[in-house]
């Protein structure tokens, strides 16, 4: 049998490569070209018109961004505070509905249906509904108040009250996933480190600290990388509450909400591009931080 050619044993060797290159040129091209684009327009003066010329500034853009104290560092805040809040409240909720649905119960199947029906609206749906129930006058939320004797409250129309407000709605509607990711985590353990616990005396307390807990960690992880990209990127929410700006004071105005209304509201394409790629950085930073410290605590 005649020696087979030296391509062909290379491809055999390298086959399960081969076989996924095309996608992956597909994916590259898909994320390399996008970003591409968007690094070289937040080095133009592209404004107005889509067709219209535009010329080559440099860092010109970033200086201005970087140096605007009105608009962008604001944004900046919002959107850590907006993040942060929310995957705060969400995981720590998520954790403590996914525990009460861990063992069964009857009505067990219509509870959990209830507890998912947030997730089946869209969230440009769900601000508009959230916007009519916290709406100053007609408002379902200040008539609840009057009940009990508690004055209307500004809700999404203040200034100090609207990124609390949107910060509540995205954790009413995304809540429900986090219960899903960790209550499949806690169904897929097993039961002998818990009954082991049990005969060593452990509380309910202790039991979850020191077992469930570390066990569950991989599922946590999961489940905050996934909603904490998710809360990131938020921009439906705040546009179906407040419009254009994040409201008239740029009370709700995220990185998102800001880029959006320079490229759309004010054709300043240069602009919205330098702060996409700066948030881009930004994330990217952060990421890196946390896998550096991360690894320093794993090495002590």
């Given at each position: 049998?005649?020696?087979?050619?030296?391509?062909a044993?290379w491809?055999?060797?390298?086959?399960k490569w081969?076989?996924?290159?095309p996608?992956?040129?597909f994916?590259?091209?898909?994320?390399?070209?996008?970003?591409?684009?968007?690094i070289?327009l937040?080095?133009?003066?592209?404004?107005?018109s889509?067709?219209?010329?535009?010329?080559?500034?440099g860092l010109?853009?970033y200086l201005?961004?970087?140096?605007?104290?009105d608009?962008f560092?604001?944004?900046?805040?919002?959107?850590?505070?907006?993040?942060?809040?929310a995957l705060f409240f969400?995981v720590v909720?998520g954790m403590?509905?996914?525990l009460?649905?861990w063992?069964?119960?009857?009505?067990e199947?219509?509870v959990?249906?209830?507890i998912?029906?947030p997730l089946v609206?869209?969230?440009?749906a769900?601000?508009?509904?959230?916007?009519?129930?916290?709406?100053?006058?007609i408002?379902?939320a200040?008539q609840?108040?009057s009940?009990?004797?508690?004055?209307?409250q500004p809700w999404l129309?203040?200034q100090n009250?609207?990124?609390?407000?949107?910060i509540?709605?995205?954790i009413?509607?995304?809540?429900?996933?986090?219960?899903l990711i960790?209550?499949a985590g806690l169904?897929?353990?097993?039961d002998e480190?818990?009954?082991?616990?049990?005969?060593?005396?452990?509380?309910?307390?202790?039991?979850?600290?020191?077992?469930?807990?570390?066990?569950?960690?991989?599922?946590v992880?999961?489940?905050?990388?996934?909603?904490g990209?998710?809360?990131?990127k938020t921009?439906d929410i705040l546009?179906?509450?407040?419009g254009?700006?994040?409201?008239s004071f740029h009370e709700?105005e995220?990185?998102n909400?800001?880029?959006?209304?320079?490229?759309?509201?004010?054709n300043?394409?240069?602009l919205?591009?330098?702060?996409?790629?700066?948030f881009?950085l930004i994330?990217?930073?952060?990421m890196?931080?946390?896998?550096?410290?991360?690894?320093k605590?794993?090495a002590?």
């Amino acid at each position: 049998m005649p020696d087979t050619p030296g391509w062909a044993r290379w491809a055999n060797d390298h086959r399960k490569w081969l076989f996924a290159a095309p996608a992956m040129a597909f994916v590259a091209a898909l994320i390399i070209f996008p970003l591409g684009w968007t690094i070289y327009l937040s080095l133009t003066d592209s404004s107005g018109s889509v067709r219209a010329e535009s010329e080559f500034i440099g860092l010109r853009n970033y200086l201005d961004v970087l140096t605007d104290t009105d608009r962008f560092w604001p944004a900046v805040g919002r959107t850590a505070a907006f993040t942060g809040a929310a995957l705060f409240f969400e995981v720590v909720l998520g954790m403590a509905i996914a525990l009460l649905l861990w063992r069964p119960f009857k009505g067990e199947k219509w509870v959990r249906v209830a507890i998912l029906l947030p997730l089946v609206a869209t969230p440009v749906a769900v601000g508009m509904m959230w916007r009519l129930i916290f709406d100053p006058n007609i408002g379902m939320a200040n008539q609840i108040l009057s009940w009990v004797g508690i004055g209307p409250q500004p809700w999404l129309a203040g200034q100090n009250s609207a990124l609390p407000t949107t910060i509540f709605i995205d954790i009413w509607q995304w809540t429900p996933m986090v219960v899903l990711i960790l209550l499949a985590g806690l169904t897929s353990l097993s039961d002998e480190p818990q009954e082991a616990a049990m005969i060593d005396g452990a509380s309910t307390w202790q039991r979850f600290r020191h077992v469930t807990l570390p066990l569950l960690m991989p599922t946590v992880i999961v489940a905050v990388l996934l909603r904490g990209i998710d809360a990131l990127k938020t921009f439906d929410i705040l546009y179906a509450t407040k419009g254009r700006g994040g409201g008239s004071f740029h009370e709700v105005e995220t990185l998102n909400v800001y880029a959006y209304g320079l490229s759309f509201d004010y054709n300043e394409y240069g602009l919205s591009s330098t702060v996409l790629i700066l948030f881009f950085l930004i994330i990217i930073g952060v990421m890196w931080a946390l896998t550096a410290r991360k690894k320093k605590e794993a090495a002590r």
